[in-house]
């Protein structure tokens, strides 16, 4: 559909210049000769602010690092990151701001599924180039009528949890075992829940209880002892890193003991520095390489912009990661355009994208007008309380049920 009304407006367009109605080189929105507008909707306060503040530093210093050099065909960007609470309708008044005031010309790095979701039929009809941190089935399946506009990368959380499932299955080779999961009770959680659902199908697993919170709960303690007397031999949890946190610490001290493993959003070193402890047999899903990881060149380069502006020793969060590559991509995508850059020509850029490396961070990116989040491979991963750190437990890998 994005195709059509594209072409009826060029036409149009057309038509209007002839007519001495508009200047047939009107300047997109958002674009100068010297600069190019982008922003930022994070939930830069709240219970996950250290979700968004890594989001809009992950992008800010990658754009920065651009400008130094720079900028993109001789633009620099200017980027303005807005506060949206993890609340939908303060996130849809953010990007009103960003629309009406400051005139952008694409977002990046939207988080939250609920957020994204929120936003999608006002960035469909504002037609903004988007990319968002999540990776969920219901914002990019091509049956969802929003997603044209939205991209991002990585396995549905779907794919995480099955992905999960299955090496507790086939890795662990654990026989009829007796599962359990909490979820957030929004679309983000659901996801989960799908992906729960259909491996509990396909392998006939032995579910003893599910657990539900809703974003604003302040305890998950009922949750917590409702799954211990389930007795469980595994948790699968999706949940955000407060959560996390939360139900780990509370598990600990009910006696909770059992393996944990949740999906890649809540993969925070401060989960295991505030859970402690708690977090000693807590594992979770990744799809980027871990921070300060050698061997990839982009995460060498991403580690070096941080220690610029942080402390001595310290990591960035996956949300900067995340946010980081999806700089990468929109500003190489941005490149290709050359300097007639409009909306409509950097996202057929980014749908003919094939095959683009993000410097080993994630593995290679091809997008299509079909697929704007490309399936990835993952990894587990599992908390190490005393180097306050996640070390890999197994190797890259798909899940075998496919839920695409």
Not at 235 to 249: A, N, Q
Not at 344 to 355: A, P, R, V
Request: proline share 6%; charged share 25%.
């Amino acid at each position: 559909m994005r195709r059509w009304s594209s072409v009826f407006a060029l036409v149009a367009g057309f038509a209007l210049a002839a007519a001495g109605m508009c200047p047939a080189g009107a300047a997109e929105k958002g674009v100068t000769d010297d600069e190019i507008v982008i922003g930022c909707i994070a939930p830069l306060t709240g219970k996950i602010a250290m979700v968004g503040t890594a989001i809009a530093n992950g992008a800010k210093d990658y754009f920065d690092y651009i400008n130094e050099q720079g900028g993109i065909n001789g633009r620099k960007i200017k980027f303005i990151s807005e506060d949206g609470k993890y609340e939908p309708p303060t996130a849809i008044a953010s990007f009103k701001k960003l629309i009406t005031r400051d005139k952008i010309f694409g977002l990046i790095s939207t988080s939250g599924t609920p957020i994204t979701a929120a936003l999608a039929p006002s960035i469909k009809r504002e037609k903004i180039p988007s990319f968002c941190t999540i990776a969920a089935s219901s914002i990019f399946d091509p049956d969802t009528p929003e997603p044209e506009y939205i991209f991002s990368f990585g396995p549905y959380y779907s794919e995480n949890m099955i992905f999960n499932i299955e090496y507790v299955l086939f890795t662990l080779g654990a026989k009829k075992p007796r599962i359990a999961l909490l979820y957030q009770d929004d679309e983000f959680g659901l996801e989960g829940k799908l992906g729960f659902d259909a491996a509990v199908e396909k392998y006939g697993l032995d579910v003893v209880a599910v657990e539900k919170y809703s974003r604003s709960a302040i305890e998950l303690s009922a949750q917590a002892h409702n799954i211990k007397a389930a007795d469980p031999d595994y948790v699968f949890m999706t949940t955000i890193p407060s959560h996390s946190i939360m139900f780990l610490k509370e598990a600990m001290k009910i006696g909770l003991t059992v393996p944990v493993l949740a999906v890649a959003n809540t993969r925070f070193e401060q989960v295991i520095e505030v859970a402690g402890d708690a977090a000693a047999n807590f594992y979770v899903t990744e799809y980027t390489a871990l921070p300060g990881e050698t061997g990839a060149p982009s995460m060498e380069k991403l580690m070096e912009l941080w220690t610029k502006k942080n402390p001595p020793g310290s990591l960035p969060a996956r949300y900067y990661i995340l946010s980081h590559v999806n700089a990468i991509i929109m500003a190489e995508a941005i490149k290709r355009c050359g300097e007639d850059l409009t909306r409509e020509k950097l996202l057929d850029t980014l749908e003919s994208m094939k095959d683009f490396d993000t410097g080993g961070i994630t593995g290679d990116i091809t997008y299509s007008a079909n697929d704007h989040c490309p399936l990835s491979a993952m990894r587990i991963v599992k908390a190490d309380p005393k180097t306050v750190k996640y070390e890999p437990v197994t190797e890259w890998g798909l899940p075998k049920l496919q839920v695409r």
